[in-house]
């Protein structure tokens, strides 16, 4: 449960989101990163260690480059956390609908 705290948390910031939908095009260098930000290299990287901690992201060594590239495996977790309670959830609708549809047909004879 830990590394979904950490997914969900690190999806908690805007700008966090941002950079793993950039980095969903392909991999990138923190500059490449930095550049649609107005904040500095070093803030960009503050993220991308929270980011990195969570798993969501990875460094790669190329040359004098360290583009970062995006990992799918906790974004794939959280959407299965989600969706079983939207399973769940789904199911509840339904029930409150045949409900629903069933006081409906009773007020009817009624009238």
Same mark, same amino acid.
């Given at each position: 449960?830990?590394?979904?705290?950490?997914?969900? *948390?690190? =999806?908690?910031?805007? %700008?966090? /989101? @941002?950079?793993?939908?950039?980095?969903?095009?392909?991999?990138?260098?923190?500059?490449?990163?930095?550049?649609?930000?107005?904040?500095?290299?070093?803030?960009?990287?503050?993220?991308?260690?929270?980011?990195?901690? *969570?798993? =969501?992201?990875?460094? %790669?060594? /190329? @040359?004098?480059?360290?583009p970062r590239r995006l990992e799918t495996?906790?974004?794939?977790?959280?959407?299965?956390?989600?969706?079983?309670?939207?399973?769940?959830?789904?199911?509840?609708?339904?029930?409150?609908?045949?409900?629903?549809?069933?006081?409906? %047909?009773?007020?009817?004879k009624g009238d």
């Amino acid at each position: 449960m830990l590394a979904l705290d950490s997914t969900f *948390a690190a =999806l908690a910031d805007s %700008t966090r /989101r @941002a950079i793993l939908m950039r980095l969903a095009e392909g991999d990138a260098t923190v500059m490449e990163l930095a550049k649609p930000f107005h904040m500095s290299q070093p803030a960009i990287s503050r993220h991308l260690k929270v980011l990195e901690k *969570a798993g =969501l992201v990875s460094t %790669t060594i /190329r @040359a004098q480059e360290r583009p970062r590239r995006l990992e799918t495996v906790p974004l794939k977790n959280a959407t299965d956390w989600i969706e079983k309670y939207r399973q769940m959830w789904e199911k509840r609708y339904q029930a409150l609908d045949g409900l629903l549809e069933e006081l409906k %047909t009773i007020q009817t004879k009624g009238d």
